[in-house]
């Protein structure tokens, strides 16, 4: 059996991204099922996690992968969580759940 390990999906620039990340956890867990996948989304894409956004499709996300919005990110872009998408989750602050994650061992891809 394969060890489980979190890969982390950063999606920094576009909204659009943020969709394009969702396809590529679900190409990613076809693969390895076992692995934990984490998209944090920050910065300018952060209002692709929005309700005013295209919605997502995060019912296809694969099972215990989350979708967590920078609450720095929000701030800046003047995001409440109730402007946010039924599903995402946030992290105070993207720069240190990416780094906590690196330095317990994940994989990290930027979109």
């Known amino acids: ?30 693969g390895r099922p076992e692995h934990r996948i984490r998209i944090i989304v920050n910065g300018p894409a952060i209002t692709g996690v929005t309700r005013g ?12 992968a989350a979708i967590e919005a920078c609450e720095g990110g929000m701030r800046a872009h003047e995001i409440t969580e109730d402007d946010l998408q039924p599903g995402i989750r946030t992290v105070a602050a993207a720069i240190v759940a990416l780094t906590d994650a690196q330095f317990e061992g994940a994989a990290y891809i930027r979109l």
């Open 1 to 30: 059996m394969a060890e489980s390990r979190t890969v982390v999906i950063h999606v920094t620039a576009d909204p659009a991204d943020v969709a394009r990340s969702i396809n590529s956890a679900r190409i990613l867990h076809k």
């Open 53 to 64: 956004a295209d919605a997502l499709a995060i019912d296809s996300l694969p099972e215990g």
